[in-house]
């Protein structure tokens, strides 16, 4: 019997489920086969990366420049197939497309979009997105990275914590305070004054680079500001576009773990009879079923409220901290239906378990999302 109870898969077009199968395909052969020894060596498969361009994974829904214009259901399919290998492969294309060509195609002149979207399609340059700092992520507008005008340019001072492949970046956009508020700035990491740490001793996302950032007067020159925007909406808006396919994603990592228990325990035999013919497990299985469904059903309705241009923040905080908290829920439950196997990296619901740890924290805290939910409801804001 198929996970996809609801039949969900026959609502996509062929180009969606062509894009679908291509990625699971890729998932398939290139990043199952490494990515335990990856996430145990603590090291991201840099080598799948130009794979990945040649796929046309990264920017798929911005229109020229490269990419191929797709709508938001791709997104979410292409994100949802990757993090069914890990998380750290989906957090890599959200943070390339979402997090660093969007606010480039959105917010970047003319001449910015030409020189780097191309090369961030192709990877050509890697990017990275600078906006949490050490003091407090969930509360970005007290940041202390600031960027004064010199002359023409612009001198950045300040730091940034926890960025997703800070370190293996050509190209950062980082978040600063100006005298005119906040904005957004293209970064070349070989920048004197740049420099990116790895962070190392992680137990979370092991497969995926995150870094500290910091900048010691780092000069830029004055057109490496994102002209369209000023203010906190610039990164937030950023920000719900890589929400939006992580409530995609994280099916993936639920899914992957539920198919790897079913397996499980129609072989497990205890008491003389296998374990899925148990009352309790049965009960447990159904359960992730029923949250799988009604989260893919509502990342699905998402996907079309975005196509349409109608999707708001509340909704994509809603799906977010659900989808977040149902794939973290299943695979904690199929790694103890695992027993002790579920502890060995020889099976997937640790690793996932492990990496949704990151993915219920970044990108908005659960608390965050609920209080988003909260204010939308009441109209108070209780952050
Ligand atoms: P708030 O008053 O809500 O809004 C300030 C301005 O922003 C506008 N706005 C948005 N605009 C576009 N899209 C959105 N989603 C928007 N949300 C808000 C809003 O209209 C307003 O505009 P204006 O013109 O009136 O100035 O701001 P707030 O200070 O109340 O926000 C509160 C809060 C807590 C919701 C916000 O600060 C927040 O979301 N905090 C969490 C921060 C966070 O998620 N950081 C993530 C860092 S990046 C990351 O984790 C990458 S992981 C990558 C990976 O590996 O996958
Ligand atoms: P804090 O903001 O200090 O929160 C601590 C706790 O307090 C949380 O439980 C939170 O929910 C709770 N809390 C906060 N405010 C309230 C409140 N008002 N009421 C009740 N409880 C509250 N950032 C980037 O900019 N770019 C990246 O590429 C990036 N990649 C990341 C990759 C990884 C692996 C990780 C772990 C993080 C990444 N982040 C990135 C940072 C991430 O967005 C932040 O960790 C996240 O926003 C939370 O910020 P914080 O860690 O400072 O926690």
Same mark, same amino acid.
């Given at each position: 019997?198929?996970?996809?109870?609801?039949?969900?898969?026959?609502?996509?077009?062929?180009?969606?489920?062509?894009?679908?199968?291509?990625?699971?395909?890729?998932?398939?052969?290139?990043?199952?086969?490494?990515?335990?020894?990856?996430?145990?060596?603590?090291?991201?498969?840099?080598?799948?990366?130009?794979?990945?361009?040649?796929?046309?994974?990264?920017?798929?829904?911005?229109?020229?420049?490269?990419?191929?214009?797709?709508?938001?259901?791709?997104?979410?399919?292409?994100?949802?197939?990757?993090?069914?290998?890990?998380?750290?492969?989906?957090?890599?294309?959200?943070?390339?497309?979402?997090?660093?060509?969007?606010p480039?195609?959105?917010f970047g002149s003319?001449?910015q979009?030409?020189?780097?979207?191309?090369?961030?399609?192709?990877?050509?340059?890697?990017?990275?997105?600078?906006l949490?700092?050490?003091?407090?992520?969930?509360?970005p507008s007290n940041m202390k990275t600031h960027a004064k005008k010199d002359g023409n340019d612009w001198v950045i001072n300040g730091?940034?914590?926890?960025?997703?492949?800070?370190?293996?970046?050509?190209?950062?956009v980082i978040w600063a305070h100006t005298d005119e508020g906040i904005r957004g700035f293209i970064v070349?990491?070989?920048?004197?004054?740049?420099?990116?740490?790895?962070?190392?001793?992680?137990?979370?996302?092991?497969?995926?680079?995150?870094?500290?950032?910091?900048f010691?007067?780092?000069?830029l020159p004055a057109d490496s500001v994102l002209p369209g925007v000023t203010g906190l909406k610039g990164p937030l808006s950023?920000?719900?576009?890589?929400?939006?396919?992580?409530?995609?994603?994280?099916?993936?990592?639920? %899914? /992957?773990?539920?198919?790897?228990?079913?397996?499980? $325990?129609?072989?497990?035999?205890?008491?003389? @009879? &296998? #374990?899925?013919?148990?009352?309790?497990?049965?009960?447990?299985?159904?359960?992730?079923?029923?949250?799988?469904?009604?989260?893919?059903?509502?990342?699905?309705?998402?996907?079309?409220?975005?196509?349409?241009?109608?999707?708001?923040?509340?909704?994509?905080?809603?799906?977010?901290?659900?989808?977040?908290?149902?794939?973290?829920?299943?695979?904690?439950?199929?790694?103890?239906?695992?027993?002790?196997?579920?502890?060995?990296?020889?099976?997937?619901?640790?690793?996932?378990?492990?990496?949704? %740890? /990151?993915?219920?924290?970044?990108?908005?805290?659960? $608390?965050?999302?609920?209080?988003?939910?909260? @204010? &939308? #409801?009441?109209?108070?804001?209780?952050?």
């Open positions: 019997m198929s996970i996809d109870l609801f039949d969900i898969n026959s609502l996509l077009s062929n180009e969606e489920k062509a894009v679908q199968d291509s990625v699971s395909r890729f998932v398939k052969e290139n990043v199952n086969p490494v990515i335990q020894e990856c996430f145990e060596n603590h090291e991201f498969p840099s080598e799948l990366i130009k794979p990945l361009a040649e796929l046309g994974l990264f920017g798929t829904s911005i229109d020229g420049y490269g990419c191929p214009g797709m709508n938001s259901i791709i997104y979410g399919l292409i994100c949802k197939e990757l993090e069914k290998g890990d998380s750290g492969m989906r957090s890599f294309v959200s943070v390339q497309s979402s997090l660093v060509m969007y480039i195609y959105v003319e001449e979009k030409e020189e780097w979207l191309p090369k961030l399609a192709s990877a050509e340059a890697i990017g990275c997105f600078g949490t700092e050490s003091q407090g992520g969930s509360d730091s940034k914590m926890w960025i997703t492949n800070g370190s293996i970046a050509d190209v950062a070349d990491t070989k920048t004197d004054g740049f420099v990116a740490n790895k962070i190392e001793n992680k137990f979370s996302l092991r497969a995926s680079v995150t870094s500290e950032l910091f010691d007067n780092v000069r950023c920000l719900t576009q890589a929400r939006y396919g992580i409530s995609w994603g994280v099916i993936g990592a639920a %899914e /992957s773990c539920l198919e790897e228990l079913l397996e499980y $325990t129609q072989t497990r035999i205890l008491f003389d @009879r &296998s #374990l899925d013919e148990n009352q309790a497990i049965q009960i447990r299985l159904a359960d992730m079923q029923r949250r799988i469904v009604t989260s893919s059903l509502l990342s699905y309705r998402l996907g079309q409220l975005k196509d349409l241009d109608q999707m708001n923040p509340t909704q994509v905080s809603l799906a977010k901290w659900n989808n977040v908290r149902m794939a973290l829920d299943v695979a904690r439950d199929c790694r103890d239906m695992l027993g002790g196997s579920g502890i060995s990296a020889e099976y997937v619901p640790i690793r996932h378990m492990l990496n949704l %740890e /990151s993915v219920v924290t970044y990108e908005g805290t659960e $608390t965050i999302h609920q209080l988003a939910v909260g @204010r &939308s #409801l009441t109209g108070k804001s209780a952050f």
